[in-house]
Each structure stands twice: as C-alpha cells, then as structure tokens.
C-alpha cells in the first residue's frame, strides 16, 4: 500500500469509528460548498427491450446522445477521442457470470465497439474482458469478438503480475489459479496481485455493468466488478461485507487500476433487484435506459438507490446496503458518495 493510502486510511478508520450510520443522501465531506460535484447522463428508450431481450437496433443512438451529451461534443467521435486516444488500448470491462440476460448484455458491447472503432481505434486495440474467459463464452462474447475482430479475454487466464499487488495484513486461502497457490512462507497470502491483462495490455479501460444487486456489496457495479474481476487471493474479501468495503476501495485506487478508467456505463435497460449471479426475471423489471458517467461511484450509488426503489415497488423485504464501500471510495477520491452532489441529466 503507497503512503497516501496508508494516511487517508488512517482518517478513514477514525472516521468510520466515531461517525454515526448516515444514508446514501447525507453527505460525507465536512465542506458542502467545496465539495466536488459528479455528472451522470441517464438515457431511456422506451423500445430498448421486448420480453426482457435487448434490441441491437435501439442501442447505438443510446449510445450517441449519452456520450455527447456527457462530454459536450457534437459527435460521438469527438466525444470518444475526448476520453481516449486513437493510440490507447481500451478494455471494455463487463460482468458477464450472470449470462446474457442479467449480466453486461451484448446488444450494449457491440454498440460500444461499433463505435469505438468508428471513432478509429484499430479492432485489436479494443478488449472484451471479465475475470473468467468460460463466463466470457457462455455469454456470447466470443461470438462478438469474431465478428468485429476485437480481442477476448480473461484476467485470471493471462495470469498475475508479480510486481503488482495489493497487501493487507489478512491472510487468504489460495486456490488453484492464484500466483502463490502452492507456496510457503511467512507472507504467503497477503497479497492480491493484478492481472497481467490490466498491467501490461491495456492504457484504459471502459466499465460495462449490469444493474444488478450484490448481497454485500449492495450492486455487481463498477467498483465491486472493477477490483474483484481484477485480482488474485479475493476470496478473503468476497464473505465478509466489513473487508469487501475495504479492498474494493483500494484496489480500484491503485495508479494501474482507477488512473485508467475512462467512462463508467451502466447496463439499466433491466434491474434485477435480487438474485445476483441468477438470471431471476420475477425479480427483474424492463427499464430500458443506459447511464453513463466519469464517476464509477456516483453511478453505483444511484444504482443501489434504484435497487432499493424496485424492491419497495414489488413489496420484496428492506435489505441493509453496505455504504461504508462508497463512503471509503470517496474518501480515497475514487468519486462522490454524497447524492447531493450528484447531476443527473435525463434524456427521454
């Protein structure tokens, strides 16, 4: 962990110890005039599905007055060379576990792509990528691939940079495919190392989510996928919501990790406000929107209040959201966890 980590942690521990629990609408900075503001783009197209089923054909122009929008460019071209380049390798970053109808839908991947390679990034320069290249398959993204010649690929597959890492103190239980599986030794297991995917073949990356909740993250959103999609030794964090709302924070805060994320897009043409990984359409409704944003927590924190706003809808039990993840991002100045401070911009 880098110095600064280690101070605001510090704070961060001090914080949490003496503060009372506050809702997602209550602010967590001291300074509500200094505080700094996010901006999200929701946008909703009635016809985007038909019987739970994305419609390719509805997508693209979702796309378009999203991406304008949220950057002010007349064209989507523009509007993507202002949050990359030509010479960047972009890794679109999906939860596909779930399948096809509750995880990232392909429908909305290939919209990006197409316009990805539109705004003239090369197809090998763009890369389709989850943890797991099985989930990756069973969702259709292999299919995707082939078509527009874009790269596929899984972060546990191209295997685990040594030199990069994040340590805890906790120790974890290593299973076969974590880089220090096998060894021993004091120090064996602290360390979460980050795929070589993220290290070495990408300059920036592009979160692609599901509105879709998490039991203790709250949502399989663009924090929680980002960090867990990236690491080895994660089963330490993943059972215990106290320790998840740690590592997701701080992981994501690495310089290889946070630094490069470009654009957050969530995937809200369906909630599915429980199940997680289960495709469960009882507990699912058609919202036909995409949200976009450059704050990965502004856009988790709306996600969790949507979430909340279907359950109560459909009369399903309160669940305890574990807001002290977000809290922690914003202090580590991944985003902004006061939705106060969060402008939304709704295009009908």
Known sequence: MNTRLFFILLSLGHWLGSSPPVTAAESSAPNRDAAKHARVVMVQEPGATATFNARP???????????????????????????????D???LKVFCAPGPTSGTRPAVVEAVVNSLLAAGLPPKQIVVWDKHLSDLRQAGFFELAER??????????AGYDEKSFYETALLGQLVWGDLEFGRKGEG????????????????????????LNHNLAGVSGNLWSLAMGSVDNAIRFENDPARLATAVPE????????DRVALNIVDALICQYQGEEQTLLHYSV??????????????????????????????APPVKTNLELYRNAALLEIGVSDTHHIDVTRLP
């Open 57 to 87: 054909e509805k997508i693209p122009p979702m796309i378009q007055r999203g991406l304008t929008n949220l950057t002010g460019k007349a064209t989507l071209k523009e509007a993507w060379l202002s949050l990359i380049s030509t010479q």
């Open 89 to 91: 390798t972009v890794g």
């Open 148 to 157: 527009y010649g874009v790269r596929v690929a899984g972060g546990a597959e």
């Open 188 to 211: 064996v297991g602290r360390k979460s190392y980050l795929s070589k995917l993220v290290t070495q073949q990408m300059t920036r990356m592009i979160n692609i989510t599901p509105l």
């Open 251 to 258: 992981i994501v805060a690495l310089p290889l990790m946070g």
């Open 286 to 315: 058609a919202l036909n929107q995409l949200w976009f944003s450059t704050d990965p927590v502004a856009l988790d924190l709306l996600s969790l209040q949507e979430i909340a706003r279907q359950r109560k809808a459909a009369k």
